[in-house]
Protein backbone atom coordinates (compact mmCIF):
# COMPACT_ATOMS: atom_id res chain seq x y z
CA UNK A 1 0.00 0.00 0.00
CA UNK A 2 2.51 2.45 0.25
CA UNK A 3 3.03 3.21 -3.44
CA UNK A 4 -0.85 4.95 -3.12
CA UNK A 5 0.90 6.86 -0.52
CA UNK A 6 2.38 8.65 -3.90
CA UNK A 7 0.33 7.80 -6.78
CA UNK A 8 -3.09 7.84 -6.86
CA UNK A 9 -3.42 4.90 -9.25
CA UNK A 10 -1.61 1.82 -10.67
CA UNK A 11 -1.56 3.87 -13.92
CA UNK A 12 0.29 6.49 -12.62
CA UNK A 13 3.05 4.84 -11.28
CA UNK A 14 3.60 2.83 -14.39
CA UNK A 15 3.52 6.19 -15.73
CA UNK A 16 6.07 7.51 -13.58
CA UNK A 17 8.44 5.06 -14.04
CA UNK A 18 7.81 4.95 -18.37
CA UNK A 19 8.47 8.91 -17.83
CA UNK A 20 11.77 8.22 -15.99
CA UNK A 21 12.69 5.28 -18.99
CA UNK A 22 12.14 7.75 -21.90
CA UNK A 23 14.06 10.40 -19.97
CA UNK A 24 16.88 7.86 -19.30
CA UNK A 25 16.60 6.69 -23.32
CA UNK A 26 16.35 10.13 -24.38
CA UNK A 27 19.45 11.15 -22.53
CA UNK A 28 21.95 7.83 -24.17
CA UNK A 29 20.70 9.19 -27.60
CA UNK A 30 21.54 12.72 -27.38
CA UNK A 31 24.64 11.78 -25.73
CA UNK A 32 25.49 9.59 -28.75
CA UNK A 33 24.01 12.33 -30.90
CA UNK A 34 26.81 14.47 -29.89
CA UNK A 35 29.23 12.33 -31.92
CA UNK A 36 30.35 13.89 -35.07
CA UNK A 37 27.71 13.97 -38.23
CA UNK A 38 29.64 10.92 -39.98
CA UNK A 39 29.59 8.76 -37.20
CA UNK A 40 26.36 9.60 -35.25
CA UNK A 41 24.14 7.20 -36.93
CA UNK A 42 26.51 4.50 -35.57
CA UNK A 43 26.61 6.21 -32.16
CA UNK A 44 22.55 6.66 -31.63
CA UNK A 45 21.94 2.98 -33.20
CA UNK A 46 24.66 1.73 -30.79
CA UNK A 47 23.19 3.74 -27.73
CA UNK A 48 19.67 2.56 -28.54
CA UNK A 49 20.66 -1.29 -28.44
CA UNK A 50 22.76 -0.27 -25.25
CA UNK A 51 20.24 0.83 -23.71
CA UNK A 52 17.59 -1.78 -24.50
CA UNK A 53 19.97 -4.63 -23.67
CA UNK A 54 21.36 -3.34 -20.70
CA UNK A 55 18.01 -2.17 -19.10
CA UNK A 56 15.73 -4.41 -20.61
CA UNK A 57 13.00 -4.43 -18.00
CA UNK A 58 12.71 -0.24 -18.26
CA UNK A 59 12.58 -0.49 -22.09
CA UNK A 60 9.14 -3.35 -22.41
CA UNK A 61 7.79 -1.44 -19.59
CA UNK A 62 8.05 1.52 -21.60
CA UNK A 63 6.13 -0.46 -24.65
CA UNK A 64 4.77 -3.87 -23.45
CA UNK A 65 2.76 -1.95 -21.33
CA UNK A 66 -0.39 0.92 -21.52
CA UNK A 67 0.75 4.11 -20.86
CA UNK A 68 -1.82 6.47 -20.36
CA UNK A 69 -2.78 8.79 -22.70
CA UNK A 70 0.28 10.56 -24.01
CA UNK A 71 -2.15 13.72 -24.34
CA UNK A 72 -2.93 13.81 -21.10
CA UNK A 73 -0.43 12.70 -19.31
CA UNK A 74 2.18 16.03 -20.04
CA UNK A 75 5.28 14.59 -18.48
CA UNK A 76 5.11 11.28 -20.59
CA UNK A 77 4.66 13.45 -23.60
CA UNK A 78 7.84 15.16 -23.21
CA UNK A 79 9.88 12.36 -22.01
CA UNK A 80 8.36 10.39 -25.36
CA UNK A 81 9.00 13.56 -27.61
CA UNK A 82 12.47 14.14 -26.27
CA UNK A 83 13.75 10.63 -27.51
CA UNK A 84 11.86 10.69 -30.74
CA UNK A 85 13.49 14.33 -31.38
CA UNK A 86 16.70 12.25 -30.64
CA UNK A 87 16.46 9.89 -33.16
CA UNK A 88 14.75 12.46 -35.70
CA UNK A 89 17.47 15.05 -35.00
CA UNK A 90 20.01 12.30 -35.93
CA UNK A 91 18.25 11.14 -39.25
CA UNK A 92 17.94 14.21 -40.24
CA UNK A 93 21.99 15.46 -39.16
CA UNK A 94 23.29 12.55 -40.46
CA UNK A 95 22.30 12.61 -43.78
CA UNK A 96 21.45 14.86 -46.81
CA UNK A 97 19.94 14.89 -50.55
CA UNK A 98 16.19 14.20 -49.46
CA UNK A 99 13.67 15.31 -51.78
CA UNK A 100 11.78 17.05 -49.00
CA UNK A 101 12.11 17.63 -45.08
CA UNK A 102 9.70 14.63 -44.19
CA UNK A 103 12.02 12.39 -46.27
CA UNK A 104 14.48 12.94 -43.30
CA UNK A 105 11.74 13.02 -40.60
CA UNK A 106 10.30 9.49 -42.39
CA UNK A 107 14.02 8.22 -42.26
CA UNK A 108 13.80 8.81 -38.39
CA UNK A 109 11.19 7.34 -37.89
CA UNK A 110 12.09 3.76 -39.73
CA UNK A 111 15.19 3.56 -38.44
CA UNK A 112 13.30 3.92 -35.01
CA UNK A 113 10.70 1.22 -35.72
CA UNK A 114 13.65 -1.02 -37.00
CA UNK A 115 15.69 -0.66 -33.93
CA UNK A 116 12.52 -1.65 -32.09
CA UNK A 117 11.50 -4.08 -33.99
CA UNK A 118 14.94 -5.96 -33.59
CA UNK A 119 15.19 -5.53 -29.76
CA UNK A 120 11.67 -6.53 -29.44
CA UNK A 121 12.75 -9.73 -31.37
CA UNK A 122 15.43 -10.01 -29.20
CA UNK A 123 14.25 -9.37 -26.01
CA UNK A 124 11.19 -11.32 -25.78
CA UNK A 125 11.36 -14.28 -28.26
CA UNK A 126 15.03 -14.91 -28.66
CA UNK A 127 14.74 -15.28 -32.47
CA UNK A 128 17.94 -13.40 -32.93
CA UNK A 129 20.22 -15.55 -30.92
CA UNK A 130 22.23 -15.96 -33.91
CA UNK A 131 23.60 -12.74 -33.70
CA UNK A 132 25.96 -11.98 -31.46
CA UNK A 133 25.52 -8.52 -29.69
CA UNK A 134 28.38 -7.04 -31.53
CA UNK A 135 26.63 -7.80 -35.09
CA UNK A 136 23.64 -6.31 -33.47
CA UNK A 137 24.97 -3.28 -32.71
CA UNK A 138 26.97 -3.24 -35.96
CA UNK A 139 23.51 -3.48 -38.09
CA UNK A 140 22.03 -0.60 -36.00
CA UNK A 141 24.20 1.54 -36.80
CA UNK A 142 24.36 0.65 -40.73
CA UNK A 143 20.41 0.38 -40.54
CA UNK A 144 20.20 4.46 -40.93
CA UNK A 145 22.37 4.80 -44.15
CA UNK A 146 20.42 1.90 -45.81
CA UNK A 147 16.98 3.18 -45.06
CA UNK A 148 18.49 6.94 -46.43
CA UNK A 149 19.98 5.62 -49.24
CA UNK A 150 16.16 4.13 -50.11
CA UNK A 151 14.62 7.26 -49.81
CA UNK A 152 17.11 9.79 -51.11
CA UNK A 153 17.27 10.83 -54.89
CA UNK A 154 20.77 10.27 -54.51
CA UNK A 155 23.24 8.41 -52.06
CA UNK A 156 23.64 10.87 -49.68
CA UNK A 157 27.56 11.38 -48.73
CA UNK A 158 27.32 11.26 -44.94
CA UNK A 159 25.49 7.71 -45.18
Known amino acids: MTPYRYFESKQALVTALQVRAFERLAKALETADSASARGASNAVGEAYVVFASEQASAYRLMFELPAS ?8 ASAVDRARAS ?73
Open 69 to 76: DQLSDPAL
Open 87 to 159: MLRNAERAVGGFRTPSDAQLAGVLFWAMLHGMLALEITSKPLQAIDSERLRAAAGRALATICRGLAHSQPKSC
